[in-house]
Every structure is written in structure tokens, then in C-alpha cells.
């Protein structure tokens, strides 16, 4: 069983012929391919995925990203676990359906989603300030102003709104500060992270093998981390 934090993001299987479903992601070592989401532990180890072959697989009522991540947490849920995702997975909803299933959740937010907390987008910030808003279900969203505006939303009862020592220094050795959210944030995302490191170091797979051997194999080595 994975530990109290748990990361969520997308990954891709390289593969370069012919396929229906294949997709195109512009910051992955492997730009072309086969798309999967995965649920990682904080040491890299994948619990659970999800191969993507359309959005008609959502659940209805429930966007497609949603729906990703309820099936990566099926069984998962509860044990007040803290959910790390990009601003992809994240939304006002996903954030209340996982507080209502015992479970935290921490990230990146687009502007357009903030539903009606749209006053977090009106304060005009200088750089270093902090401004969050909560509402009455808990859920908080924070932007920070650093050399471009960072959104981020979290369940989190021990995130605010203010910048803590972030333990590094910058040039003139002053103590870089940072809201709390931004730091754990940064450190959950590791497990995916190292999840998409580790897979690098091993590429047994030739290029004539068929795209559904290479997902097998993936996933296998994914999980023998």
C-alpha cells in the first residue's frame, strides 16, 4: 500500500507507427505515443494506471479528468491520504468529491476553474505576496506572486495563506520564502517524477515490437521498481 502521499500525472509510452489513440505531449522525454495515467508512490513505485484510448471513457456527469482520477484511486480513497496533481487533474469538484472520500488533495489550478472564488484572480499582488481564499467545504485556493502569478488549491487544513522559510537561499544568501502549499506540492510531485526517471534507465524494446507488448512491458517494469 502506498504511503499518506500520492502523486497523479500523466506519462507516455513511446511509439511512433500507426494508432488510433495515439497522442502527443510536448514536455515528455517521449513525445509520441501511447498515454497513460498513473498514481505513484512518494519512492516512484506506480499503484495504479490508466491507459487513455478516448474521452468517451468518462463517467457521465463527471469530466474526463475527474473521472481519471477516481478510478486511479479505487480503493485507494480514505485514510485522509493527500492526492498531488497538476492543474490538468485539479478542479473545485475534484476537490470536494475527494474531501467527501476522506482524502486531501494539492495543486496547480488554471484561472478558469476557480468557480466562485474569481476574487483570488482580482488582488493585485507584488512579488513575494501571498492572498488565499476558503470556502465553507475547506477547500482553499492560494496564489502567490513570484516572477509570474502561481495558483494553487489544496484541502490541506494546515495550508494558509502566508510564505514560510523554504530552506534555500538565493545569490544575496536571503532566505527564500515560500507558502507552505508550494513546497509540499513540489515534494509530492516526486513520485512521479522518479517514476518517469526510473523508466528511462531500461529500453529492452525494440522498435518491431507491437504497441500493446510495449504497454505490457511498461507497466510491468513500472511496477517492479
Not at 516512484?44 to 456527469?61: D, F, L
Request: proline share 3%; aromatic share 10%; glycine share 10%.
Amino acid at each position: 500500500m502506498p504511503g499518506s502521499i500520492i502523486s497523479i500525472d500523466e506519462s507516455m509510452i513511446p511509439w511512433g507507427g500507426r494508432l488510433l489513440f495515439k497522442q502527443y505531449i510536448p514536455g515528455k522525454a517521449h513525445k509520441y505515443g501511447v498515454k497513460m495515467y498513473k498514481l505513484a508512490a512518494t519512492n516512484g513505485y506506480v499503484c495504479n494506471y490508466v491507459i487513455y484510448t478516448g474521452k468517451q471513457n468518462s463517467t457521465p456527469g463527471v469530466g474526463h479528468a475527474q473521472t481519471v482520477v477516481m478510478k486511479l484511486l479505487d480503493g485507494l480513497d480514505g485514510c485522509y491520504r493527500t492526492v498531488v496533481a497538476d492543474n490538468f487533474f485539479t478542479s473545485i469538484s475534484l476537490a470536494k468529491y475527494l474531501l467527501e472520500h476522506d482524502t486531501y488533495l494539492i495543486g496547480t489550478l488554471r484561472k478558469n476553474r476557480v468557480g466562485s472564488g474569481s476574487r483570488i484572480l482580482e488582488e493585485n499582488l507584488i512579488c513575494g505576496e501571498v492572498y488565499g481564499l476558503q470556502n465553507k467545504d475547506g477547500i482553499k485556493l492560494i496564489r502567490w506572486k513570484d516572477k509570474n502569478d502561481v495558483l494553487m488549491i489544496s484541502t490541506r487544513p494546515s495550508h494558509s495563506a502566508s510564505v514560510v522559510d523554504s530552506g534555500k537561499s538565493n545569490i544575496q544568501n536571503e532566505s527564500i520564502r515560500k507558502p507552505q502549499v508550494i513546497l509540499d506540492y513540489n515534494k509530492g510531485r516526486q513520485g512521479t517524477d522518479l517514476s518517469d526517471q526510473l523508466s528511462t534507465y531500461y529500453t529492452p524494446l525494440r522498435k518491431s515490437v507491437k504497441w500493446y507488448r510495449k504497454v505490457a512491458f511498461k507497466l510491468i517494469f513500472g511496477t517492479a521498481l
